[in-house]
């Protein structure tokens, strides 16, 4: 089955600068690799997703790359704020042209933006 | 439009116990899965829904199953409950086919003594 590793555990950032976060997987059949943000108490929420024909997608000060051949893909950060703290999830999936619901989470980073 | 609904939030048992969690996901959503959360495991898939058929089932022993009702409302069970499983269950539901996103619900934190 699928296999997805994540690095760092943990991350501390000063605000203002940029966090990367990166992910590896092993299933080459995977073809939705999306992004979750849980903060503090809370339940997960979806930040940002990319499917397999995609290389990168941007939105706002989030963006994630996704390079299949190396089976690795990252989120990037910019300009961090306080409320970016959190734990973020990468996951992937080989389900998703079936509408699956299975997705192998990798085991997150906590994040810190130091004001 | 509300969001998941998970029931009950928090509850403690003792081990050889059975528990029953419920989950209610959004209106029109008919696809349900359900995930263990763990310091140590981090988010791990139990069982996936849809149109009352299990779709996908995770690395889990058989003590743990589920069900999706007519209403699309799924329930889990975990029988002979042991100390290890104590976790955050959430549950997580998907709009129509074709779209990725997961709404997840605020979980139900079982804690088995």
């Known amino acids: 089955g699928e296999n997805v590793e994540q690095h760092p555990s943990t991350l501390s950032v000063q605000e203002g600068d940029s966090a990367v976060i990166k992910c590896t997987y092993s299933?080459?059949?995977?073809?939705?690799f999306p992004w979750y943000k849980q903060e503090l108490g809370k339940r997960p929420q979806l930040i940002i997703d990319i499917r397999s024909n995609v290389g990168e997608k941007k939105d706002q000060r989030i963006a994630v790359t996704l390079n299949k051949t190396a089976k690795h893909f990252s989120l990037h950060i910019t300009e961090t704020q306080p409320e970016d703290s959190a734990v973020y999830f990468c996951?992937?999936?080989?389900?998703?042209?079936?509408?699956?619901?299975?997705?192998?989470f990798g085991g997150g980073t906590r994040l810190m933006v130091k004001p | 439009k509300a969001g998941v609904t998970q029931t009950p939030r928090y509850l403690i048992k003792t081990r050889g116990q059975q528990v029953t969690l419920s989950c209610s996901p959004i209106?029109?959503?008919?696809?349900v899965s359900w995930y263990q959360q763990t310091p140590g495991q981090g988010l791990q898939f139990l069982f996936e829904?849809?149109?009352?058929?299990?779709?996908n089932k995770g690395n889990f022993p058989g003590r743990f199953s589920g069900r999706q009702f007519s209403n699309s409302r799924s329930e889990m069970n975990v029988s002979t409950l042991e100390l290890g499983d104590s976790a955050l269950y959430l549950c997580?539901?998907?709009?129509?086919?074709?779209?990725?996103?997961?709404?997840f619900g605020e979980g139900s934190r079982l804690t088995v003594l």
């Open positions: 829904y849809f149109s009352e058929t299990q779709r």
């Open positions: 996951a992937a999936t080989a389900d998703f042209n079936n509408a699956g619901n299975m997705l192998t």
């Open positions: 299933d080459s059949a995977s073809n939705y």
């Open positions: 997580a539901t998907k709009d129509r086919e074709g779209t990725g996103e997961l709404f």
């Open positions: 209106s029109g959503h008919r696809s």
